[in-house]
Protein backbone atom coordinates (compact mmCIF):
# COMPACT_ATOMS: atom_id res chain seq x y z
CA UNK A 1 0.00 0.00 0.00
CA UNK A 2 1.20 3.82 -0.66
CA UNK A 3 2.21 5.87 2.24
CA UNK A 4 -1.43 7.81 3.26
CA UNK A 5 -0.95 11.37 3.63
CA UNK A 6 -2.13 12.26 7.37
CA UNK A 7 -4.06 15.26 6.05
CA UNK A 8 -6.61 12.58 4.36
CA UNK A 9 -7.03 10.54 7.56
CA UNK A 10 -7.55 14.07 9.29
CA UNK A 11 -10.67 14.42 6.82
CA UNK A 12 -11.98 11.12 7.17
CA UNK A 13 -12.19 11.75 11.00
CA UNK A 14 -13.70 15.02 10.98
CA UNK A 15 -16.42 13.43 8.34
CA UNK A 16 -16.66 10.52 10.44
CA UNK A 17 -17.18 12.92 14.07
CA UNK A 18 -19.21 15.59 12.41
CA UNK A 19 -21.57 13.60 10.19
CA UNK A 20 -21.30 15.63 7.19
CA UNK A 21 -18.64 17.08 4.51
CA UNK A 22 -19.92 20.55 5.21
CA UNK A 23 -19.23 20.44 9.25
CA UNK A 24 -16.19 18.71 8.81
CA UNK A 25 -14.79 21.72 6.45
CA UNK A 26 -16.13 23.81 9.12
CA UNK A 27 -13.61 22.14 11.94
CA UNK A 28 -10.84 22.00 9.96
CA UNK A 29 -11.24 25.67 8.20
CA UNK A 30 -10.95 24.72 4.52
CA UNK A 31 -13.43 24.12 1.59
CA UNK A 32 -15.96 21.36 1.60
CA UNK A 33 -14.56 20.76 -1.68
CA UNK A 34 -10.95 19.66 -0.22
CA UNK A 35 -12.81 17.45 2.84
CA UNK A 36 -14.82 15.48 -0.28
CA UNK A 37 -11.85 15.27 -2.29
CA UNK A 38 -9.65 13.76 0.62
CA UNK A 39 -12.16 11.38 1.96
CA UNK A 40 -12.09 10.37 -1.97
CA UNK A 41 -8.76 10.07 -2.17
CA UNK A 42 -8.45 7.70 0.62
CA UNK A 43 -10.92 5.78 -0.28
CA UNK A 44 -8.81 5.20 -3.60
CA UNK A 45 -5.77 4.58 -1.80
CA UNK A 46 -7.64 2.09 0.66
CA UNK A 47 -10.35 0.42 -2.13
CA UNK A 48 -12.88 1.30 0.36
CA UNK A 49 -16.02 2.82 0.27
CA UNK A 50 -16.28 4.62 4.18
CA UNK A 51 -19.26 6.52 3.77
CA UNK A 52 -22.43 6.35 1.73
CA UNK A 53 -23.42 10.02 0.25
CA UNK A 54 -26.81 10.79 -0.19
CA UNK A 55 -28.20 13.99 -0.67
CA UNK A 56 -29.31 14.36 2.72
CA UNK A 57 -26.51 12.93 4.65
CA UNK A 58 -23.40 10.90 5.29
CA UNK A 59 -23.21 7.73 7.31
CA UNK A 60 -20.22 5.28 8.02
CA UNK A 61 -19.80 2.14 6.47
CA UNK A 62 -18.53 -0.63 8.14
CA UNK A 63 -15.28 -0.41 7.10
CA UNK A 64 -15.74 3.25 7.92
CA UNK A 65 -16.21 2.39 11.65
CA UNK A 66 -13.03 -0.22 11.61
CA UNK A 67 -11.38 2.49 10.39
CA UNK A 68 -12.00 5.38 12.61
CA UNK A 69 -11.35 3.29 15.52
CA UNK A 70 -8.04 2.19 14.87
CA UNK A 71 -6.71 5.82 13.42
CA UNK A 72 -8.45 7.97 15.02
CA UNK A 73 -7.39 7.25 18.74
CA UNK A 74 -3.65 7.45 17.15
CA UNK A 75 -3.78 10.43 15.02
CA UNK A 76 -4.84 12.49 18.47
CA UNK A 77 -1.95 10.74 20.03
CA UNK A 78 0.32 11.66 17.61
CA UNK A 79 -1.07 15.35 17.28
CA UNK A 80 -0.92 15.93 21.45
CA UNK A 81 2.64 14.80 21.67
CA UNK A 82 3.64 17.12 18.45
CA UNK A 83 1.81 19.94 20.29
CA UNK A 84 3.62 18.60 23.43
CA UNK A 85 7.23 18.94 21.37
CA UNK A 86 9.69 21.30 23.79
CA UNK A 87 10.31 23.76 21.22
CA UNK A 88 6.55 24.26 20.32
CA UNK A 89 6.51 25.93 24.28
CA UNK A 90 5.57 29.56 24.85
CA UNK A 91 8.35 29.44 27.34
CA UNK A 92 12.04 27.64 26.20
CA UNK A 93 12.33 24.54 27.78
CA UNK A 94 14.29 21.22 27.35
CA UNK A 95 18.27 20.43 27.28
CA UNK A 96 20.35 23.27 25.67
CA UNK A 97 24.31 21.98 24.97
CA UNK A 98 26.90 24.93 24.58
CA UNK A 99 30.47 24.86 24.13
CA UNK A 100 33.48 27.28 24.63
CA UNK A 101 36.35 27.94 25.74
CA UNK A 102 37.58 27.05 29.68
CA UNK A 103 38.48 30.82 30.08
CA UNK A 104 35.35 32.33 28.89
CA UNK A 105 32.97 29.44 29.78
CA UNK A 106 34.36 29.96 33.65
CA UNK A 107 34.47 34.53 33.17
CA UNK A 108 31.14 34.43 30.96
CA UNK A 109 28.94 31.37 30.59
CA UNK A 110 28.84 30.02 34.67
CA UNK A 111 26.65 34.03 34.90
CA UNK A 112 24.70 33.00 31.68
CA UNK A 113 23.72 29.90 32.26
CA UNK A 114 22.91 30.47 36.17
CA UNK A 115 20.60 33.37 34.67
CA UNK A 116 18.56 30.87 31.89
CA UNK A 117 17.93 28.71 33.89
CA UNK A 118 16.63 30.69 36.78
CA UNK A 119 14.47 32.48 34.18
CA UNK A 120 13.31 29.40 32.20
CA UNK A 121 12.59 26.75 35.02
CA UNK A 122 12.18 24.08 32.12
CA UNK A 123 15.37 24.35 30.83
CA UNK A 124 18.60 22.28 31.59
CA UNK A 125 22.28 23.44 30.77
CA UNK A 126 24.67 21.21 29.42
CA UNK A 127 28.32 22.95 29.12
CA UNK A 128 31.75 21.10 27.50
CA UNK A 129 34.63 23.58 27.99
CA UNK A 130 37.52 22.70 25.46
CA UNK A 131 39.92 24.40 23.39
CA UNK A 132 39.54 22.51 20.25
CA UNK A 133 37.10 23.69 17.60
CA UNK A 134 33.93 21.61 18.07
CA UNK A 135 31.64 20.70 14.79
CA UNK A 136 28.06 21.95 16.25
CA UNK A 137 25.88 19.75 13.94
CA UNK A 138 28.25 16.69 13.91
CA UNK A 139 28.56 16.73 17.72
CA UNK A 140 24.58 17.65 18.90
CA UNK A 141 25.81 21.66 20.39
CA UNK A 142 23.20 24.06 19.95
CA UNK A 143 25.59 26.89 20.63
CA UNK A 144 29.54 27.96 20.59
CA UNK A 145 30.74 30.96 22.43
CA UNK A 146 34.00 31.47 19.81
CA UNK A 147 36.05 34.49 20.02
CA UNK A 148 38.14 35.52 16.30
CA UNK A 149 40.65 37.99 15.61
CA UNK A 150 39.87 39.99 12.41
CA UNK A 151 37.23 38.76 9.85
CA UNK A 152 34.56 36.08 10.36
CA UNK A 153 35.50 32.51 8.51
CA UNK A 154 32.93 31.92 6.00
CA UNK A 155 30.64 28.96 8.00
CA UNK A 156 27.98 27.47 7.71
CA UNK A 157 26.80 28.79 11.09
CA UNK A 158 24.90 31.95 12.11
CA UNK A 159 26.92 34.55 13.67
CA UNK A 160 25.85 37.04 16.46
CA UNK A 161 28.62 39.72 17.73
CA UNK A 162 28.47 39.66 21.52
CA UNK A 163 31.16 42.00 22.68
CA UNK A 164 34.95 42.42 22.17
CA UNK A 165 38.17 41.02 24.02
CA UNK A 166 41.30 43.35 24.19
CA UNK A 167 44.25 41.52 24.82
CA UNK A 168 47.66 43.42 26.25
CA UNK A 169 50.76 42.81 27.75
CA UNK A 170 51.65 41.29 31.22
CA UNK A 171 54.20 39.82 33.37
CA UNK A 172 55.04 38.96 36.82
CA UNK A 173 56.75 41.97 38.70
CA UNK A 174 59.50 39.38 39.58
CA UNK A 175 60.20 39.45 35.85
CA UNK A 176 60.19 43.20 35.16
CA UNK A 177 62.60 43.74 38.41
CA UNK A 178 65.22 40.88 36.81
CA UNK A 179 64.85 42.07 33.47
CA UNK A 180 63.24 45.72 33.23
CA UNK A 181 60.10 46.89 31.74
CA UNK A 182 60.65 47.53 28.18
CA UNK A 183 60.07 51.16 26.67
CA UNK A 184 58.93 50.27 23.48
CA UNK A 185 57.36 48.00 21.62
CA UNK A 186 60.70 47.00 19.40
CA UNK A 187 62.07 46.58 22.83
CA UNK A 188 60.30 43.11 23.23
CA UNK A 189 62.23 41.06 20.64
CA UNK A 190 64.80 41.03 23.51
CA UNK A 191 62.07 39.67 26.18
CA UNK A 192 61.12 35.85 26.85
CA UNK A 193 57.71 35.82 25.35
CA UNK A 194 54.89 33.71 27.00
CA UNK A 195 51.74 33.10 24.41
CA UNK A 196 49.27 31.41 22.23
CA UNK A 197 51.12 29.65 19.51
CA UNK A 198 51.85 30.59 16.51
CA UNK A 199 51.54 34.19 17.43
CA UNK A 200 54.39 35.71 16.13
CA UNK A 201 54.70 38.26 15.40
CA UNK A 202 52.69 40.30 17.76
CA UNK A 203 50.83 43.17 16.21
CA UNK A 204 50.63 46.08 19.34
CA UNK A 205 47.85 49.23 18.33
CA UNK A 206 47.94 52.69 19.71
CA UNK A 207 45.55 55.39 18.67
CA UNK A 208 46.82 56.28 15.09
CA UNK A 209 49.83 53.57 14.79
CA UNK A 210 50.25 50.00 14.34
CA UNK A 211 53.60 47.91 14.52
CA UNK A 212 54.67 44.24 14.44
CA UNK A 213 57.36 42.74 17.06
CA UNK A 214 59.14 39.28 16.19
CA UNK A 215 58.98 38.03 19.38
CA UNK A 216 61.21 35.06 20.60
CA UNK A 217 58.94 32.61 21.86
CA UNK A 218 59.89 31.04 24.86
CA UNK A 219 56.66 29.16 26.16
CA UNK A 220 53.68 28.08 23.84
CA UNK A 221 50.63 27.11 24.66
CA UNK A 222 46.76 26.76 23.43
CA UNK A 223 45.03 27.18 26.92
CA UNK A 224 44.98 30.51 28.79
CA UNK A 225 44.49 29.67 31.88
CA UNK A 226 48.00 27.81 31.96
CA UNK A 227 49.76 30.61 30.15
CA UNK A 228 48.36 33.16 32.91
CA UNK A 229 50.34 31.13 35.60
CA UNK A 230 53.05 30.77 33.76
CA UNK A 231 53.48 34.30 33.16
CA UNK A 232 52.81 35.12 37.03
CA UNK A 233 55.62 31.89 37.25
CA UNK A 234 58.05 34.75 35.90
CA UNK A 235 58.33 33.34 32.59
CA UNK A 236 58.68 35.91 30.57
CA UNK A 237 55.90 38.83 29.36
CA UNK A 238 53.01 37.95 27.26
CA UNK A 239 49.02 38.66 26.38
CA UNK A 240 46.15 38.08 28.22
CA UNK A 241 42.74 39.30 27.98
CA UNK A 242 42.40 41.74 30.38
CA UNK A 243 38.90 40.03 32.16
CA UNK A 244 41.43 36.86 32.71
CA UNK A 245 44.36 39.29 34.30
CA UNK A 246 42.38 41.93 36.31
CA UNK A 247 42.14 39.27 39.80
CA UNK A 248 45.89 39.38 39.53
CA UNK A 249 46.63 42.41 38.54
CA UNK A 250 44.66 43.85 42.02
CA UNK A 251 46.59 41.04 43.73
CA UNK A 252 49.79 41.99 42.20
CA UNK A 253 50.75 38.94 40.98
CA UNK A 254 50.80 40.24 37.02
CA UNK A 255 51.62 43.90 36.22
CA UNK A 256 50.99 45.52 33.18
CA UNK A 257 53.23 46.06 30.28
CA UNK A 258 53.58 48.71 27.61
CA UNK A 259 50.16 49.89 29.33
CA UNK A 260 49.08 52.24 26.28
CA UNK A 261 49.27 49.65 23.99
CA UNK A 262 46.59 47.36 22.86
CA UNK A 263 48.04 43.71 21.35
CA UNK A 264 44.76 42.86 19.69
CA UNK A 265 40.80 42.83 20.20
CA UNK A 266 38.63 39.82 19.39
CA UNK A 267 35.66 39.57 18.64
CA UNK A 268 32.92 37.20 20.46
CA UNK A 269 30.61 35.78 18.63
CA UNK A 270 27.64 33.52 19.90
CA UNK A 271 27.47 30.59 17.23
CA UNK A 272 24.62 28.46 15.92
CA UNK A 273 23.57 25.97 13.31
CA UNK A 274 21.68 27.31 10.73
CA UNK A 275 18.32 25.99 11.03
CA UNK A 276 14.58 26.98 9.44
CA UNK A 277 13.45 27.27 12.37
CA UNK A 278 15.64 28.00 15.46
CA UNK A 279 14.63 26.82 18.99
CA UNK A 280 13.73 29.11 21.12
CA UNK A 281 16.13 27.76 24.24
CA UNK A 282 18.78 28.99 21.80
CA UNK A 283 17.54 32.39 20.94
CA UNK A 284 16.44 32.88 24.47
CA UNK A 285 20.23 32.20 25.44
CA UNK A 286 21.84 33.82 22.55
CA UNK A 287 19.44 37.07 23.50
CA UNK A 288 20.13 37.10 27.29
CA UNK A 289 23.88 36.61 26.98
CA UNK A 290 23.64 39.57 24.77
CA UNK A 291 21.51 41.54 27.02
CA UNK A 292 24.66 40.59 29.94
CA UNK A 293 27.24 41.66 28.04
CA UNK A 294 25.84 44.68 27.05
CA UNK A 295 25.57 45.35 30.95
CA UNK A 296 28.61 44.14 31.74
CA UNK A 297 31.01 44.33 28.80
CA UNK A 298 34.42 42.13 28.54
CA UNK A 299 36.36 44.79 27.64
CA UNK A 300 34.89 47.58 29.83
CA UNK A 301 36.09 51.61 29.79
CA UNK A 302 37.72 50.99 32.43
CA UNK A 303 40.19 48.61 30.61
CA UNK A 304 42.18 51.82 28.98
CA UNK A 305 45.69 52.55 29.31
Do not use: C
Not at 12 to 36: C, E, K, Q
Not at 40 to 65: I, N
Not at 122 to 146: I, P, W
Amino acid sequence: MATIDLNLVRAFIAVHDTGSFSNAAARLGVPRSTVSRAVAALEESLGLLLFHRTTRKVSPTTASAALYDRVAPSLAALELSLADLPEREKAPSGLLRVTTTVDLGAAVLAEAVTRFTTRYPSTQVEVHLTNKLVDLAAEGFDLALRVFVGPLRDSPLIARKVGTINLRLYASPAYVARRGAPRTPEELASYDWVGFVGTSPVYLTQPGSRTAVDVRTRVASDDMSFLREVLKQGAGIGTLPSFAADADVAAGTLIRVLPQWVVTTGTVYLMHPGRKHVPRKVTAFRDLLAEMLRQRPLSAATDEP
